[in-house]
């Protein structure tokens, strides 16, 4: 039992360390080029899943931050509510996390190859500094992705581990 807590709390410090740096790639990448006698900055702010991942990064660093400081200070003390709580929101804190990395990735795409039905240019061939790091932001976030993954299935073993085997939804100690 202890060993499966300090392992939640290793996870957890993990996937905000990844968060955090993910957001700090995405939020301070920028490139400055002259085109055709015209500066042209690029930032996350140009490309709208971009600012949506940086956003739920945020969202999500800070529910582990949350989740860690009752981790610490309250780690007994934890009822069924607050496990079924814990579960719900880490379900949800992987689902919507995922979602954002992948259209974000999907849209990086899109610069990274262009689209001449939309009339969208490449911008990886004149900002190519900006686009590996959102790359590896987009890599790193995937990874605090699979480590959500991992926790949300701790996070169910921890819940579904009190109730009984042989009586749907009864307690272990009530069976």
């Given at each position: 039992m202890?060993?499966l807590?300090?392992?939640?709390?290793?996870?957890?410090?993990?996937?905000?360390?990844?968060?955090?740096?993910?957001?700090?790639?995405?939020?301070?990448?920028?490139?400055?080029?002259?085109?055709?006698?015209?500066?042209?900055?690029?930032?996350?702010?140009?490309?709208?899943?971009?600012?949506?991942?940086?956003?739920i990064d945020?969202?999500?660093?800070?529910?582990?931050i949350v989740?860690?400081?009752?981790?610490?200070?309250?780690?007994?003390?934890?009822?069924?509510?607050?496990?079924?709580l814990?579960?719900?929101?880490?379900?949800?804190?992987?689902?919507?996390?995922?979602?954002?990395?992948?259209?974000?990735?999907?849209?990086?795409?899109?610069?990274?190859?262009?689209?001449?039905?939309?009339?969208?240019?490449?911008?990886?061939?004149?900002?190519?500094?900006?686009?590996?790091?959102?790359?590896?932001?987009?890599?790193?976030?995937?990874?605090?992705?699979?480590?959500m993954?991992?926790?949300s299935?701790?996070?169910?073993f921890?819940?579904?581990?009190l109730?009984?085997?042989?009586?749907?939804?009864?307690?272990?100690?009530?069976?």
């Amino acid at each position: 039992m202890v060993r499966l807590r300090e392992t939640e709390l290793l996870l957890r410090l993990c996937i905000v360390f990844f968060l955090l740096l993910t957001s700090f790639l995405v939020g301070l990448d920028s490139q400055t080029k002259e085109v055709a006698y015209i500066h042209k900055k690029v930032t996350f702010r140009d490309l709208f899943a971009l600012e949506v991942e940086l956003y739920i990064d945020v969202v999500v660093a800070a529910y582990n931050i949350v989740q860690l400081g009752f981790g610490w200070f309250g780690a007994g003390q934890k009822t069924t509510n607050s496990k079924w709580l814990s579960y719900l929101l880490d379900q949800t804190a992987v689902y919507v996390m995922f979602a954002g990395t992948s259209a974000a990735a999907q849209h990086s795409l899109l610069v990274v190859t262009g689209s001449r039905e939309l009339q969208w240019m490449k911008w990886c061939s004149k900002f190519t500094r900006f686009c590996f790091q959102i790359g590896s932001a987009i890599v790193l976030n995937y990874i605090a992705a699979i480590l959500m993954i991992i926790l949300s299935f701790l996070s169910a073993f921890n819940l579904f581990r009190l109730y009984s085997p042989k009586r749907y939804f009864h307690f272990k100690s009530s069976s």
